[in-house]
């Protein structure tokens, strides 16, 4: 895999690119510049960018479920609440000039229901007009915005009344979005209807970890049937209203592997956690096809199954991925494989899972694929280079048509129950000074974006140095 092209070492050399000098901060270890370059990784027509979500960085008083909760004495690890975040909301034009000095071109961000819809049926201009004003901003910038309806956050007034365990909910967000895709769909031509239904019904109502923390598998599963119908009926409208919007969600997808292959109890235990963590979202919100315990209701559109698996009859434009680690599965216990390379919150890091995820993921769903958060928590930035390098290599490796990628997270945020610790952003912060500072990986990430891969030379100058993770790029 070789490309010769102008280097942008070269480039700044020669003052091409005015961005370009932050890009080699390590230059001292660099290899010499050459005229050429390899590529230890070609990311063909991949495309890269940036995720976040409205709640984790925009900090401010909005009533959510998150805000409310995070109140309660205990209820998050270190105290913090989203009220500080990465206060985001008042600093717009910092985040986008960074995002500039980045190279990024593809920005996925979310929306506070809350601010938007402060009391059922009331909708507030100003929270309407701030996000026009960064939509228009991040455009004029060359990027484009692909913009997250439901990521987690609930308005209080629906947190009050029950939220996602009631059926009226799906009407409620149906109004919600109606009123965002009229204000905003002359800006986003991609919306994401709901991120990771399955990871918000399990957290909040079957592990009640997460707000409102009810401990029933009964109601987590007619929570996802909520969410499901959701989509199903927000892909809909969206389309009468926007024909050409592009609409997806955004799945937590990982691999269930059980701890021991010749245990029936293992191999049956990651069985049933894939059917039910994965496989009746994926086929209830793609197809309309609602597998048990998930349950229809006289409003659910219709399932498509009679045309499954081929391109046209479906219920999403793009297949959006989360991925981040895998499941080790013991009877119908979930841990994380002993021994195995993990980050700072304990997740094992497995890139060649992604590559597993994408192969299936491509036998049933049609593309375009989207992998719309990949990341890792690494406070030190130690480890993030090579997880990057790894994971992309993942996606190449898995010969599967990725059309975009966008890395969880472009600055620190608040991560919901675990608090300001877990350090996700390729962009530092200082929570206390608002202070942004941008990474070693995110300058490797800028050069990847330039370079349309990995050259050699960033991979001698940040993987070689990067600690630990994979055995994928040794030396
Ligand atoms: C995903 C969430 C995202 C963030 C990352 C670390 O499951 O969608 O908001 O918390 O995990």
């Not at 976040?52 to 008083?61: M, S």
């Not at 980045?102 to 049926?121: D, F, N, S, T």
Request: contains cysteine.
């Amino acid at each position: 895999m070789s490309r010769p092209v102008t280097s942008a070492r070269q480039q700044w050399r020669l003052g091409l690119t005015e961005n370009a000098s932050s890009m080699f901060s390590c230059v001292k270890d660099v290899v010499p510049a050459s005229y050429c370059y390899v590529m230890k990784l070609d990311l063909g027509s991949l495309e890269l960018g940036v995720a976040t979500a409205a709640t984790q960085i925009e900090g401010g008083d909005a009533d959510t479920n998150w805000h409310r909760w995070a109140t309660r004495p205990g209820a998050v690890k270190d105290g913090s609440t989203p009220a500080r975040a990465a206060d985001h909301w008042n600093r717009v034009d910092q985040d986008i000039a960074l995002l500039v000095e980045l190279g990024v071109k593809h920005y996925r961000m979310g929306l506070e229901w809350a601010r938007i819809e402060p009391k059922e049926g009331v909708f507030d201009a100003e929270a309407l007009g701030h996000y026009r004003s960064e939509l228009t901003k991040l455009r004029q910038a060359g990027i484009t915005p692909v913009v997250t309806l439901h990521h987690f956050n609930n308005p209080g007034w629906l947190e009050e009344r029950g939220a996602w365990s009631r059926r009226d909910t799906v009407s409620a967000f149906l109004t919600y979005v109606r009123r965002v895709v009229q204000h905003l769909s002359d800006l986003v031509d991609e919306w994401i209807t709901i991120n990771e239904p399955n990871v918000y019904a399990s957290q909040a109502y079957w592990f009640g970890i997460w707000p409102p923390a009810h401990k029933s598998v009964h109601e987590a599963m007619i929570v996802l049937s909520h969410l499901s119908q959701a989509h199903l009926r927000a892909y809909t409208l969206i389309h009468a209203i926007q024909p050409s919007a592009k609409v997806g969600a955004a799945h937590h997808l990982r691999v269930f592997d059980p701890a021991n292959r010749t245990n029936p109890a293992d191999l049956a235990g990651a069985k049933a956690m894939e059917y039910l963590f994965q496989t009746t979202a994926l086929e209830a919100m793609s197809y309309g096809r609602f597998l048990p315990p998930l349950r229809r209701t006289s409003t659910t559109p219709p399932a498509v199954s009679a045309s499954y698996g081929k391109p046209g009859r479906r219920y999403y434009d793009f297949m959006g991925i989360n991925y981040y680690t895998r499941s080790w599965v013991t009877g119908f216990s979930e841990g994380t494989r002993p021994n195995s390379p993990v980050n700072d919150l304990g997740w094992e890091i497995y890139p060649t899972g992604l590559t597993r995820v994408l192969r299936k993921v491509a036998k049933r769903y049609p593309g375009p694929i989207y992998i719309t958060e990949n990341g890792t928590a690494d406070a030190q930035d130690c480890f993030r280079a090579r997880f990057l390098a790894d994971h992309l290599s993942a996606i190449v490796d898995s010969g599967v048509p990725v059309a975009r990628y966008y890395h969880w997270c472009f600055t620190d945020n608040w991560e919901w129950v675990e608090g300001e610790e877990p350090r996700f952003g390729l962009v530092q912060l200082d929570y206390e000074s608002q202070t942004r500072q941008i990474t070693e990986s995110g300058r490797m990430y800028a050069d990847m974006i330039a370079h349309r891969g990995l050259t050699d030379e960033a991979y001698a100058c940040w993987v070689v140095p990067s600690a630990g993770g994979s055995t994928r790029f040794v030396g």
